[in-house]
């Protein structure tokens, strides 16, 4: 079973940026596809971005192409989200989560929420206009 800590989120102005990270423990982080999600207030949890087990393939949301980044370190058991010119509809509690399923051959990753196994706590963001 995999933990999956965030941190890095906080509070920003309109245009700013902001990174997040994701720690893995108790797995073996490469076998999982990596996303994160937010899920703003009265609003269903959507995804924002995700990456394959290797990390050569990603997706985004449209509302983020061009200005978030996901990415991960195999070797640091680490997932991140740059985040740039941040906007105030980013305002959210975004969640990192990890979606197990090798037999799916390469490059996969999950683009819904109930593809994804595993949950962290969530980190708030919150940008100011």
């Known amino acids: 079973q995999v933990q999956l800590v965030e941190s890095g989120g906080g509070l920003v102005q309109a245009g700013g940026s902001l990174g997040l990270s994701c720690a893995a423990s108790?797995?073996?982080?490469?076998?999982?596809?990596m996303g994160w999600f937010r899920q703003a207030p009265g609003k269903e949890r959507e995804l924002v971005a995700a990456?394959?087990?290797?990390?050569?393939?990603?997706t985004y949301a449209d509302s983020v192409k061009g200005r978030f980044t996901i990415s991960r370190d195999n070797a640091k058991n680490t997932v991140y989200l740059q985040m740039n010119r941040l906007k105030p509809e980013d305002t959210a509690v975004y969640y990192c989560?990890?979606?197990?399923?090798?037999?799916?051959?390469?490059?996969?990753?999950?683009?819904?929420?109930?593809?994804?196994?595993?949950w962290g706590q969530g980190t708030q963001v919150t940008v100011s206009s």
């Open positions: 989560a990890a979606d197990y399923r090798p037999y799916i051959s390469s490059p996969y990753y999950g683009t819904f929420v109930h593809e994804y196994d595993y």
């Open positions: 990456v394959s087990r290797s990390g050569g393939s990603t």
């Open positions: 108790g797995g073996t982080f490469s076998s999982y596809a």
